[in-house]
C-alpha cells in the first residue's frame, strides 16, 4: 500500500528516520567521502601541473589569487571545471566564506547550529537527547577551548596540529558510538 | 496635396534645419528644392549658439504611442544634405525593428547560430506576442513652396548588401527622382507604423515601460565610397550622421517621459494624451522612454573646469533608495571623462532605471542611456556604478566621437570599457566580487575577492577565451557573433591598458585628449587613431596595432627553465699544460643562473626579464621577444630564487599569466593539496545533500 505524504510530512518523516539511525549518517559519509577522495586527487594534480613551478603557485598556497583562479577555469575541463564555481559559487555562501581563509571553517560551523539547527526546529521541533546534554555539548565547549590555544599558538595549523585534531575527532567518535551502544 | 498635418512637421522641420544648421551648410541650390522655412515655424525654436557637427541629417518627427495595441504611428520629415563630393541617386533608410519580425531577419538568424541550446530553444519558442516590426506607408520627396510632394512609395523596398538574406528587412533603398548633387539638400517625409517588440536586444516593452531606441526610418551614412549601410547584425550595434532633432511624442497623459533632448513643456490634448517635445541639436541618434511608473529624481553635476550638466533620473520605484549611486556614477563619468578627454556640452543628460527583465539595461544613445541595479545591491559591489559609467562615458565616444559601429565598433566599446574601468577605479578604488542566486535577486559579496581594474575591469577572462577568435580590424559586423563582445570591449580595453602601462598615463591621456578634441563630431577612421597615437607619443607605434588591431594573434610569454648552481667543470681540464680528468670540481664562488624565456604565442612584444637572488638582489633585462626562446646566463655570488618575464604586467594581453615566472622552492603541489581538500569538502557536501534529498 502506498502512502501519500505532504512534503512537510515527507521530510518530518526523514529527518526522524535519518535521526534514528546514526550509522545510516556514518555510511553516507564514508560513501560520499570514497567517491570525492579519489576525485580531488585528480583535481589536485590538475591544479599541481597547471601552477607547475610557478611563483603564482606561492600566493595561491598563501591565499586567494584570483587572476590564477580565471586562469585555471578557463584552461580546466572535465571535473577541473567545477573548482572555481565550488570555491566562489554556493558553497562559499553556504559555509559562510566571506572570508575564504581558516575563519570559514568556524563561520561553517556557526552556520550549521543556528541556521541549519534553525530551520529544522522551524519544520519540527526538536528534542534534546540526554546524549547532547552530556556528550555533545561539552565535547563543543572542550573543542573551542583546546583550538583556540593551538591556533593562536603560531597563527597557523600544521602537520602536529592537524594531527591532534584528527586524533580528537576520532576520541569524539568513538565516545559518541560507545555512548550509542 | 500635402495634408495641413504634414504641413506642420515640415514646417518644423525646415525650421529646425534652418535655425541649427544653415550657418554650416553650402549655400547651394538643394537639389530636392527644399522649401524656406516659414516664419512662423521659427519662433517656436531658439537657435543654437554654437554648431558642433556637420549636422547634415535633421530629423522632424511626430509619433503616437498606443499602448493598447502596442504600436507606434509616426510621421517625420527627414532633412538631408549631401557632404560627399559625389552626387547621391538615392537614399537608404534603416528599419531596425524589422530585425525582430521574425526569426529569419539576418539579426535573429546570426543569434540563433551562435546560441546555446537553451538559449537557441528560448529564442524559438518566444511568444508570437513578442515579434515587432517596423512598416514604412508612405515616402515623399518634398518640394518648396507650394510644389506638390513626389511620391516615392512604390520605389522603397529592402535590400541585403551583407548577406543577401531576402528575408531581411532591416535596410531599404529609397531611389530618387533626381541626383542629389554634393553640398546640395532633400527633404523627405516618412509615415510609418510600428509594433513595439517585447525586447530582444534592448529596446521593447514590458508591461507599461517602454524603453524606444533605433524606433523611426534613419538615413543612413553616405561617405566618399558610397553609402556606409549595412543590415541590423546581432553582433554590432548603428552609425549614422550628426543632425537637429525635434520630436514630438504623444503618450498617455500621466505617463512620464525621457528622451534624448531638452524637454519642451508637455501640451495636453484633451483626449486623455499628452504631447511632450524634445529638442536636440549636435546628435545622431534620439530615444526615448515612457511609463506610468517612474519615479524622477533630479540633480546637478558641478565641478571646477567642466561645464554644469543638469542630470534627470527616471527610475522604478524599487530602486529609489539607489538614486544617489546612479548621481554618483553619472557624475563621476562626467568628471573624469571630462578632465581627460573633453568636457560634456550638453547641459543635460538623463538617466534611465530600466524595468526588471525589460531586457533594455545597459544602452547609450545621445543625452540619455539606460543603467541596470537589482533590488538588493550591496555598496561594495559596482551595481549600479560600473554600467551607469559605462554608458554615461558613452556619450563621449559613441555620442560625440561617433565612430562607424557597424565596421570599427571596438572605437567605441572598446575605448569606453578602458574608460569606463578607469572611471570606477577613481569612484570606487575597492570593489568586491559577488555572486547572485535564485535568478539574481540574492546577492551575496565575498569580500576576499576584489575586482582589480587591470583584469576584471577590462574583460580580461572573456579575453582570453577567445583571443584568436576574430581579427579586430575585420568589419565588427562580420564578427562571429557568440565571441565579438571579448574583441570589441576587452581586447581593445586590454590593449590600451597596456599602452598606458607602455607609455604611462600622462602621454596616453594626451593621446586620446588629442584625438577626441581633433575627431569629435567627426567620425574618424582608425588610421586617424593610429596617427594621432603615433604623433602624440612621439613614437612610432604602428608595430603595435598591426599586433592588436590587425590581427587575431596571441601573446603569451613564459619562463621555460630556471637553473642555478655553483659553476663546476667535470672531465679533461688543461692544467699546467696537462691534460687533467676532474669530477664535478668548483670554478670559484660564483653561482650560475640560466634562465630561458620563451614566446609561446605569435605575437612580439619587448618584455622585462626578473631575476631575484637569495641575498635579495635583482636583476632585470630586456628582452625584445622576437625570438621563440632566449637564453639569459648569470654569474652572482648569489643563488637565484625566481625568474620572471614582464614582472609589472606591462603585456596585459598575455594569454597565461601563470607561465610567466619560475621559482627554485615550487609551491605548487601545496597549494594544490589546500584548493582540491576544500574541493572535496565541497563535492561530499554536494553529495551528502543530494543523498539526504534522494
Given at each position: 500500500m502506498i502512502t501519500r505524504l505532504s512534503p512537510i510530512a515527507a521530510y518530518r518523516e526523514g529527518l526522524r528516520r535519518v535521526t534514528g539511525a546514526p550509522w545510516m549518517w556514518l555510511g553516507a559519509w564514508l560513501a560520499t567521502l570514497l567517491v570525492a577522495v579519489p576525485a580531488a586527487m585528480v583535481v589536485r594534480e590538475m591544479i599541481a601541473d597547471h601552477l607547475g613551478a610557478s611563483l603564482v603557485a606561492e600566493r595561491v598556497a598563501a591565499g586567494v589569487d584570483v587572476d590564477w583562479w580565471q586562469e585555471f577555469r578557463a584552461q580546466a575541463s572535465g571535473l577541473g571545471a567545477t573548482f572555481v564555481p565550488a570555491i566562489v559559487g554556493g558553497a562559499a555562501v553556504l559555509k559562510n566564506h566571506g572570508a575564504l581563509a581558516i575563519g570559514n571553517i568556524l563561520g561553517s560551523n556557526i552556520f550549521n547550529l543556528l541556521g541549519i539547527l534553525g530551520i529544522v526546529a522551524i519544520v519540527q521541533p526538536i528534542g534534546i537527547s540526554r546524549e547532547t546534554l552530556i556528550v555533545d555539548f561539552p565535547a563543543v565547549v572542550l573543542m573551542q577551548v583546546i583550538c583556540i590555544p593551538l591556533l593562536l599558538r603560531r597563527n597557523r595549523v600544521g602537520r602536529r596540529e592537524g594531527v591532534a585534531l584528527l586524533g580528537l575527532y576520532a576520541v569524539y567518535a568513538a565516545i559518541v558510538f560507545g555512548f550509542g551502544r | 496635396m500635402v495634408k495641413p498635418g504634414i504641413r506642420r512637421v515640415l514646417a518644423s522641420a525646415l525650421a529646425v534645419t534652418a535655425w541649427y544648421g544653415l550657418s554650416t551648410m553650402p549655400r547651394a541650390q538643394p537639389a530636392g528644392a527644399a522649401a524656406p522655412a516659414p516664419a512662423a515655424a521659427r519662433e517656436a525654436v531658439a537657435p543654437a549658439t554654437v554648431v558642433r557637427s556637420p549636422r547634415n541629417?535633421?530629423?522632424?518627427?511626430?509619433?503616437?504611442?498606443?499602448?493598447?495595441?502596442?504600436?507606434?504611428?509616426?510621421?517625420?520629415?527627414?532633412?538631408?544634405?549631401?557632404?560627399?563630393?559625389?552626387?547621391?541617386?538615392?537614399?537608404?533608410?534603416?528599419?531596425?525593428?524589422?530585425?525582430?519580425?521574425?526569426?529569419?531577419?539576418?539579426?535573429?538568424?546570426?543569434?540563433?547560430?551562435?546560441?546555446?541550446?537553451?538559449?537557441?530553444?528560448?529564442?524559438?519558442?518566444?511568444?508570437?506576442?513578442?515579434?515587432?516590426?517596423?512598416?514604412?506607408?508612405?515616402?515623399?520627396?518634398?518640394?518648396?513652396?507650394?510644389?506638390?510632394?513626389?511620391?516615392?512609395?512604390?520605389?522603397?523596398?529592402?535590400?541585403?548588401?551583407?548577406?543577401?538574406?531576402?528575408?531581411?528587412?532591416?535596410?531599404?533603398?529609397?531611389?530618387?527622382?533626381?541626383?542629389?548633387?554634393?553640398?546640395?539638400?532633400?527633404?523627405?517625409?516618412?509615415?510609418?507604423?510600428?509594433?513595439?517588440?517585447?525586447?530582444?536586444?534592448?529596446?521593447?516593452?514590458?508591461?507599461?515601460?517602454?524603453?524606444?531606441?533605433?524606433?523611426?526610418?534613419?538615413?543612413?551614412?553616405?561617405?566618399?565610397?558610397?553609402?556606409?549601410?549595412?543590415?541590423?547584425?546581432?553582433?554590432?550595434?548603428?552609425?549614422?550622421?550628426?543632425?537637429?532633432?525635434?520630436?514630438?511624442?504623444?503618450?498617455?497623459?500621466?505617463?512620464?517621459?525621457?528622451?534624448?533632448?531638452?524637454?519642451?513643456?508637455?501640451?495636453?490634448?484633451?483626449d486623455g494624451t499628452t504631447t511632450h517635445r524634445f529638442l536636440q541639436e549636435d546628435v545622431h541618434d534620439f530615444a526615448w522612454t515612457t511609463s506610468p511608473d517612474y519615479v524622477v529624481r533630479e540633480e546637478r553635476f558641478e565641478h571646477a573646469g567642466l561645464p554644469p550638466v543638469d542630470m534627470r533620473l527616471l527610475l522604478q520605484p524599487e530602486h529609489a533608495s539607489q538614486a544617489d549611486r546612479y548621481f554618483a556614477a553619472t557624475g563621476a563619468a562626467l568628471r573624469y571623462y571630462g578632465e581627460w578627454f573633453g568636457a560634456y556640452p550638453y547641459g543635460h543628460i538623463t538617466v534611465i532605471d530600466p524595468a526588471w527583465q525589460s531586457g533594455t539595461g545597459g544602452m547609450e544613445y545621445p543625452t540619455l542611456f539606460t543603467g541596470g541595479t537589482r533590488w538588493l545591491s550591496p555598496r561594495t559591489t559596482s551595481q549600479p556604478e560600473g554600467v551607469t559609467i559605462h554608458e554615461a562615458g558613452h556619450q563621449f565616444w559613441y555620442g560625440m566621437v561617433a565612430t562607424n559601429e557597424f565596421e570599427h565598433a571596438w572605437m567605441d566599446e572598446g575605448f569606453n570599457s578602458f574608460s569606463t574601468s578607469r572611471a570606477l577605479d577613481e569612484l570606487m578604488p575597492v570593489r568586491f566580487h559577488s555572486e547572485r542566486f535564485f535568478g539574481g535577486f540574492l546577492p551575496w559579496v565575498i569580500d576576499d575577492i576584489t575586482q582589480p581594474r587591470a583584469t576584471d575591469g577590462n574583460g580580461w577572462p572573456r579575453y582570453r577565451r577567445d583571443a584568436k577568435s576574430d581579427i579586430p580590424s575585420t568589419p565588427s559586423w562580420r564578427y562571429w557573433p557568440g565571441t565579438s563582445a571579448s574583441i570589441t570591449y576587452s581586447k581593445t580595453a586590454l590593449w590600451l591598458h597596456t599602452l598606458e602601462r607602455m607609455l604611462g598615463w600622462q602621454t596616453l591621456q594626451r593621446v586620446l585628449s588629442t584625438y577626441f578634441e581633433r575627431y569629435a563630431f567627426h567620425h574618424p577612421s582608425p588610421e586617424q587613431f593610429f596617427a594621432v597615437a603615433n604623433e602624440v607619443s612621439g613614437q612610432d607605434l604602428t608595430w603595435f596595432f598591426d599586433e592588436v588591431v590587425g590581427s587575431a594573434d596571441v601573446f603569451d610569454y613564459g619562463v621555460d627553465r630556471l637553473t642555478s648552481a655553483r659553476r663546476t667543470v667535470r672531465g679533461i681540464v688543461d692544467r699546467d699544460g696537462k691534460k687533467v680528468a676532474v669530477g664535478a670540481e668548483p670554478l670559484g664562488d660564483v653561482y650560475e643562473t640560466q634562465v630561458v624565456a620563451r614566446r609561446y604565442g605569435e605575437a612580439i612584444f619587448p618584455v622585462d626579464l626578473l631575476v631575484r637572488f637569495e641575498d635579495g638582489s635583482e636583476q632585470r633585462v630586456r628582452w625584445d621577444g622576437r625570438d621563440r626562446w632566449r637564453l639569459f646566463t648569470f654569474e652572482r655570488q648569489a643563488q637565484a630564487i625566481s625568474a620572471e618575464v614582464d614582472p609589472d604586467r606591462v603585456l596585459l594581453l598575455d594569454t597565461n599569466f601563470t607561465n610567466n615566472s619560475r621559482t627554485l622552492a615550487p609551491q605548487g603541489r601545496a597549494a594544490a593539496t589546500k584548493w582540491s581538500l576544500r574541493w572535496m569538502v565541497w563535492l561530499q557536501d554536494l553529495l551528502l545533500t543530494y543523498g539526504f534529498f534522494a
Open positions: - | 541629417a535633421n530629423y522632424s518627427i511626430d509619433a503616437s504611442l498606443d499602448p493598447r495595441t502596442r504600436t507606434i504611428s509616426g510621421r517625420g520629415v527627414i532633412t538631408w544634405r549631401n557632404v560627399t563630393s559625389h552626387d547621391a541617386s538615392e537614399l537608404r533608410l534603416h528599419l531596425y525593428w524589422n530585425a525582430f519580425k521574425n526569426t529569419r531577419s539576418t539579426f535573429l538568424q546570426e543569434r540563433l547560430r551562435a546560441a546555446s541550446p537553451a538559449d537557441r530553444r528560448a529564442l524559438l519558442t518566444r511568444p508570437l506576442d513578442d515579434f515587432g516590426h517596423t512598416t514604412i506607408s508612405a515616402v515623399r520627396l518634398v518640394g518648396a513652396g507650394a510644389a506638390p510632394p513626389v511620391d516615392l512609395t512604390s520605389g522603397v523596398h529592402a535590400i541585403q548588401p551583407d548577406d543577401g538574406n531576402a528575408d531581411d528587412e532591416t535596410l531599404v533603398r529609397v531611389p530618387l527622382p533626381a541626383p542629389v548633387g554634393p553640398g546640395q539638400t532633400v527633404n523627405v517625409e516618412v509615415e510609418w507604423t510600428a509594433r513595439v517588440p517585447r525586447t530582444f536586444a534592448r529596446t521593447g516593452v514590458v508591461g507599461n515601460y517602454y524603453f524606444v531606441g533605433q524606433w523611426f526610418p534613419k538615413v543612413a551614412v553616405l561617405g566618399e565610397r558610397g553609402w556606409i549601410s549595412h543590415q541590423f547584425h546581432a553582433s554590432t550595434e548603428f552609425f549614422s550622421d550628426f543632425g537637429v532633432y525635434d520630436v514630438r511624442l504623444r503618450v498617455p497623459s500621466g505617463w512620464v517621459v525621457g528622451a534624448t533632448g531638452l524637454a519642451q513643456p508637455p501640451r495636453e490634448n484633451g
